[in-house]
């Protein structure tokens, strides 16, 4: 695949010394692992290849391959999530933890817990003490992959209206081309998104590095609202 394809991918991760599985976008494989997540979607993940959003490991490898060809390999945790790093386990009061938590009763051992605008795991809470780790879950584990690529994004508006959904996880925006130049209409909802305004900027961003358009217009369109029979 070249930089910049975008691309649909269907994917398992598992633990590759203990074989339980991490992550999957299928469905069934969720529930044949017993993993199965009634409030999440399971479908492809949309990726673009080359630009940084995966681990490096999984990034080579796509480098090579091709559409609708299944793949397995490991990845060592050097090309993957690094390994752990015994300098990000710290100790710290049990009243500088009570203090960076929302909810204290929902505090238990193997919580992720947020302190100093790190992200760690709580690993132990006794005499006044805590431990939190802050490497990443995956540090130090040996991953595998079997994934297909299931689509390549071919059609220049569709491949605006994914980069849209890869940054917003919105699918009703409308998209129009006149030469280079984009139109890209709004839905009337996204008003409320207090995310967009700093959304619209890296999106134009990723439109010009990966698509070459030109001018982008951001157009939104509020239709009269229409009066009930009883109103």
């Known amino acids: 695949?070249?930089?910049?394809?975008?691309?649909?991918?269907?994917?398992?991760?598992?633990?590759a010394d203990s074989g339980d599985i991490i992550e999957t976008t299928r469905e069934e494989v969720a529930k044949e692992h017993e993993v199965f997540d009634e409030q999440r979607t399971?479908?492809?993940?949309i990726?673009?290849?080359?630009d940084g959003r995966l681990i490096g490991g999984f990034e080579a490898h796509l480098a090579d391959a091709e559409a609708e060809t299944e793949y397995t390999f490991d990845i060592e945790p050097t090309d993957a999530y690094g390994e752990r790093d015994a300098s990000l386990v710290e100790t710290i009061s049990q009243n500088v933890l009570l203090r960076s938590v929302r909810d204290p009763n929902m505090l238990g051992i193997g919580a992720p817990?947020?302190?100093?605008g790190r992200q760690g795991v709580l690993q132990m809470l006794r005499a006044g003490r805590a431990r939190v780790d802050y490497n990443h879950p995956l540090a130090g584990?040996?991953?595998r992959y079997t994934y297909t690529i299931v689509k390549v994004v071919e059609d220049r508006s569709e491949r605006v209206a994914t980069l849209l959904q890869m940054n917003t996880g919105r699918s009703d925006f409308e998209v129009?081309?006149?030469?280079?130049?984009?139109?890209?209409?709004l839905p009337d909802s996204i008003a409320y998104d207090q995310n967009w305004a700093y959304a619209k900027f890296s999106l134009v961003r990723s439109l010009r590095e990966h698509l070459?358009?030109?001018?982008?217009?951001?157009?939104?369109?509020h239709e009269p609202r229409v009066a009930s029979e009883e109103e």
């Open 212 to 221: 070459e358009v030109g001018t982008v217009v951001f157009r939104e369109v």
């Open 47 to 50: 990726t673009v290849i080359g």
């Open 113 to 116: 817990v947020e302190i100093g």
């Open 141 to 143: 584990v040996k991953l």
């Open 1 to 15: 695949m070249d930089n910049g394809a975008i691309i649909h991918i269907d994917y398992d991760l598992y633990n």
């Open 42 to 45: 399971y479908e492809p993940m």
């Open 176 to 185: 129009e081309f006149d030469g280079d130049d984009v139109t890209i209409t």
